[in-house]
C-alpha cells in the first residue's frame, strides 16, 4: 500500500497531467518533454494495441517468420509466397517493420527483426495469438463480459469451464484445448525444469496433466524418476498414446477421472498443478488443493506453477491479460502469491515457497509441503 504522503503527490501529479494546459506545457519544456512524449506514446500503445495485435496475427497466418528464417527476401517475392497482392504486402511489411517483428534491409530487403526472430519455431505462442481470435470475439464488448451478460465462444472452447464441478464434456470438445495447452506448454515446462530439480523425487504426480507434454519433459529430464498424471478422462486418453510414443509406458501412467469427484492416485513425493489453480474459482481451487493434500506423500512436495498477479515487471500478465482471459472463460482468476500461499494453508500445507524462475511473465512457482493433519 502507498504511503499517505506518496497518494499526496500522486494525486498532484495526477491533477497536473489532468489540465491541458499543463500537458501543453510540459511537451514544450525541455525538462519535461521526454516525459511527456514517453507518457504519450505509452497512451497511444494501448488505444492502438488491437490494431498491433492484429498486424502480428496477419504476420503468423501467412507464416511470414517461417519464410524470412531462410534468408532476407524483397517485396515481389514476399508477395508471391504470402500470398498477398504487391500494395496489401507491402503495407503488413511495413507494419510488421514498425513493431520489430521485421526489419527493413539494404537494396528493398526485407529480414527478421528481434521480436519475429523469437517466434520462430515458437509453435506455443503462435497457437496461442491465433487463438486470440476467439478471445476478441467474447471481448468486442467488455462492459457485457464485466456485468456477466457478454461472452461465450472462449466458455464453449474450453470443455470444462462453467460447467460446474465434475461436468465432463464430449470428448470431441476436448481435443482442440488440450492441443492448445500442449503446444503453449513447452516454455512453461522449460521455466520448472531450469527452476526446479524433480531428479530428487521418486514420483511425479501431475494434477490437470493434459496430455502428458510436462510429465513426458520432466520424465526425459530425470530417468529413475516414475510418472503418473491425472486428468479427464478423453485428455487422459491422449496422454497415454504421446506416452507409449515418448516410450515411457513402463514407468508411466495415466488416470482419467475428475479430481473434484474422485480419489488421486496416491503417494507421489511430487505433486504438480501446472497452470491449473488459476483456472478455477476459489472454491474449485482449495477443492483441488485438498485433493493434492490427501493424495501426497507425508514426505512430498507439492510445486504450483502459474503466472501469478502482482508479479513485478509483468504486472499487466497478471490481472489485465488473464484476468479479462479468465474473465471470458467463465471460471477462474489471476492470485497473487500471498492469496495462494493462504489456499495452501488452508487445505493442509505449510513451509511454503517461491522458486525463482528465469521469466515470471511466463510462471512463477511456490513448493510447499504437507502440514501434520
Known amino acids: 500500500m502507498l504511503s499517505a504522503w506518496l497518494e499526496r503527490i500522486r494525486d498532484f501529479r495526477n491533477r497536473k497531467v489532468a489540465d491541458p494546459a499543463f500537458r501543453r506545457w510540459a511537451a514544450g519544456f525541455a525538462l519535461t518533454r521526454p516525459v511527456a512524449r514517453r507518457q504519450a506514446k505509452a497512451l497511444f500503445d494501448l488505444t492502438a494495441g488491437f490494431v498491433y495485435s492484429q498486424i502480428l496475427a496477419a504476420c503468423v497466418r501467412v507464416d511470414l517468420f517461417e519464410i524470412l528464417a531462410g534468408q532476407p527476401l524483397d517485396l515481389a517475392t514476399l508477395s508471391k509466397r504470402i500470398s498477398l497482392p504487391l500494395d496489401g504486402a507491402e503495407r503488413l511489411l511495413k507494419a510488421a517493420a514498425a513493431l520489430e ?3 527493413a ?6 529480414a527478421l527483426g528481434p521480436l519475429g526472430a523469437a517466434l520462430v519455431g515458437n509453435t506455443g505462442v503462435k497457437a496461442m495469438i491465433v487463438h ?5 470475439a467474447d471481448l468486442r464488448d467488455p462492459l457485457k463480459l464485466l456485468a456477466g451478460t457478454g461472452g461465450s465462444r472462449l466458455q464453449q472452447y ?3 469451464a462453467g460447467a460446474g464441478q465434475g461436468a465432463v464434456a464430449e470428448p470431441r470438445h476436448h481435443v482442440d484445448y488440450t492441443t492448445l495447452m500442449s503446444a503453449s506448454q513447452a516454455f512453461v515446462t522449460a521455466e520448472i525444469l531450469d527452476a526446479y530439480r524433480v531428479s530428487q523425487h521418486r514420483q511425479l504426480l501431475d494434477i490437470g496433466g493434459g496430455d502428458g507434454a510436462f510429465l513426458i519433459a520432466a520424465g526425459q529430464a530425470a530417468p529413475d524418476l516414475q510418472l503418473t498424471l491425472f486428468d479427464l478422462p478423453p485428455v487422459a486418453a491422449q496422454a497415454r498414446q504421446r506416452i507409449l ?10 488416470f482419467g477421472g475428475s479430481f473434484f469427484d474422485d480419489e488421486l492416485p496416491q503417494g507421489a513425493d511430487l505433486v504438480t498443478l501446472n497452470r491449473v489453480l488459476h483456472d478455477h474459482d476459489d472454491a474449485a481451487a482449495l477443492a483441488i488443493l485438498w ?36 474473465l471470458a472463460m467463465g471460471q477462474g482468476r489471476p492470485r497473487t502469491v500471498d492469496e495462494i500461499a493462504a489456499m495452501l494453508r488452508q487445505a493442509g ?10 521469466t515470471p511473465l511466463i510462471a512463477r512457482i511456490l513448493t510447499a509441503r504437507p502440514a501434520a493433519l
Open 245 to 254: 510414443a515418448a516410450g515411457l509406458a513402463g514407468r508411466a501412467k495415466a
Open 291 to 326: 485433493a493434492a493434500r490427501h493424495a501426497i506423500a507425508a514426505d512430498g512436495t507439492l510445486l504450483i506453477a502459474e503466472p501469478m498477479a502482482g508479479t513485478p515487471g509483468a504486472l499487466a500478465s497478471g490481472d489485465a491479460y488473464f484476468g479479462f482471459y479468465l
Open 132 to 136: 486470440h481470435d476467439i478471445l476478441y
Open 349 to 358: 500445507f505449510d513451509r511454503i515457497k517461491p522458486v525463482a524462475t528465469n
Open 101 to 103: 517483428l521485421i526489419e
Open 105 to 110: 534491409r539494404r537494396g528493398g530487403l526485407y
Open 158 to 160: 474450453w470443455a470444462y
